[in-house]
């Protein structure tokens, strides 16, 4: 904890102070008692031994109801060694100067005290600023970087409010603060990256409720103060195979670091490099099965209905046959899964859970029915086929957040090919 005590001259602080109730100003040491001000510091765990200067600190002390303003001061060095105040309760407010942004470079800090004056009595009161915003951190490892030339990492809070991380930012970009507000549980993170060789994707949710530690506190909402670091790297499969692989720890107050959750994708990409591999020592790029995603979609609420359904057209070709072709979908909005497994029991699909087949499957085409979208499913063996992503769109339309359909392919040789499409529906 960074802690700064007041012991200034009465004169020379008071000649600073910014703003002082003219009541207070003419006050009496009748019915009155003096107020000793200092704030401190609440430091989370990934920040830990860092030094944030607490006297450039704004102070401003309300009457109890927290609104009608008392006193101001512009800084913690423009207070005097003690306030005199009439008897009663304070609110006692100090914060990192300026007003806290959405996305900001740097922590902001914030905390309130209450404080009861007593007559003829001292009253010393610490006000405990705490970090208000979250903060967000990407890592890769060389591997990752040697392979892709361009890519962007999505942060998506379910509430329409994104952070952003691309290449431009450079491969070892800084940290951003992210004011979370309240209520969110989960926070979605996609990647879709470009090589040589075509667009690698991949997502994840994160949880609050999977961390054992926090910053302050028990909640299962992020908040201000933990720490969300996201590492990225690329493995290639013994099939040649690209697959990125995302690992995600959070920190709090008190704790080291706690692995959340780990998720792999195959994407379907194959990777330019080749070398020893204990299980085919000389791995070919395998391009039995061709896999073309969409780009992610982004459009408004209410404007699903007039999109060209074709924007989400996913083309499947494999030379020697479909076996299988199971699809997925994730939300951040938890309505959405709600309507899809209300919607999907009913036909008998798991679009949430177990994943659906749409090889030879007819209550797939009556599902879409219901939605007033057709919909033909490919037989075992058909070499090519086009699932329409579009068809969601209707469904979406009224379902604000980010929304990953997950496909994989498996052809009648049993070879995979695996990729996923991002659609964000903003309000």
């Keep these: 904890m960074k802690r700064y005590k007041l012991f200034l001259g009465c004169a020379a602080a008071l000649a600073l102070a910014s703003c002082v109730s003219e009541d207070i100003s003419k006050l009496t040491d009748k019915d009155a008692g003096q107020l000793e001000v200092s704030v401190e510091t609440l430091q989370p765990m990934q920040t830990r031994g860092a030094t944030y200067t607490v006297t450039n600190f704004p102070v401003t002390i309300y009457e109890a109801n927290g609104t009608t303003k008392v006193a101001s001061y512009d800084a913690v060095t423009a207070m005097p060694e003690t306030v005199l105040l009439p008897v009663g309760d304070y609110v006692l407010e100090a914060h990192t100067p300026g ?5 900001m470079t740097a922590p902001y800090y914030k905390g309130t005290e209450v404080s009861t004056i007593v007559k003829d009595v001292t009253t010393q009161s610490t006000i405990t600023c705490k970090q208000a915003n ?3 951190t990407v890592h890769y490892d060389q591997d990752f970087i040697d392979l892709f030339t361009s890519w962007t990492i999505t942060f998506d809070d379910g509430n329409n409010n994104a952070l952003n991380f691309t290449n431009e930012d ?3 970009p800084s940290a951003l603060y992210w004011d979370l507000g309240e209520g969110v549980e989960r926070l979605m993170v996609t990647f879709r990256g470009v090589n040589r060789d ?9 949880t609050k409720s999977q961390a054992t530690e926090t910053y302050d506190g028990q909640s299962t909402n992020f908040e201000g103060g933990d720490g969300v670091v996201v590492n990225f790297t690329p493995t290639e499969a013994t099939t040649g195979y690209v697959t990125v692989g995302i690992t995600a720890s959070i920190f709090g107050l008190d704790a080291e670091e706690v692995p959340v959750i780990m998720e792999v994708v195959d994407n379907g990409q194959f990777t330019p490099d080749s070398g020893d591999d204990p299980v085919n020592p000389d791995p ?4 039995s099965i061709a896999l073309t995603l969409p780009a992610p979609i982004t ?4 404007k699903g209905g007039s999109l060209d359904k074709a924007l989400g057209n996913t083309i499947i070709e494999a030379e020697n046959g479909i076996r299988s072709l199971m699809v997925t979908a994730q939300s951040t909005n938890p309505d959405m899964v709600a309507s899809l497994e209300a919607v999907g029991a009913g036909y008998g699909l798991d679009f949430v859970n177990a994943g659906v087949e749409v090889v030879d499957n007819n209550d797939l085409v009556s599902f879409f029915s219901g939605l007033g979208q057709q919909l033909s499913v490919p037989a075992e063996g058909d070499t090519s086929y086009q699932f329409p992503i ?11 957040g980010t929304h990953t359909f997950n496909l994989t392919v498996t052809d009648m040789n049993g070879k995979t090919k695996s990729g996923s499409v991002v659609i964000t529906v903003n309000e």
């Design 134 to 136: 979250t903060s967000i």
């Design 390 to 400: 579009g068809n969601f769109f209707v469904l979406l339309d009224v379902m604000s």
């Design 99 to 103: 007003v806290m942004e959405k996305i």
């Design 170 to 172: 450079g491969t070892t």
């Design 299 to 302: 459009f408004t609420m209410g």
């Design 284 to 287: 070919q790029p395998d391009n």
């Design 198 to 206: 075509g667009t690698v994707t991949s997502s994840m949710v994160l």
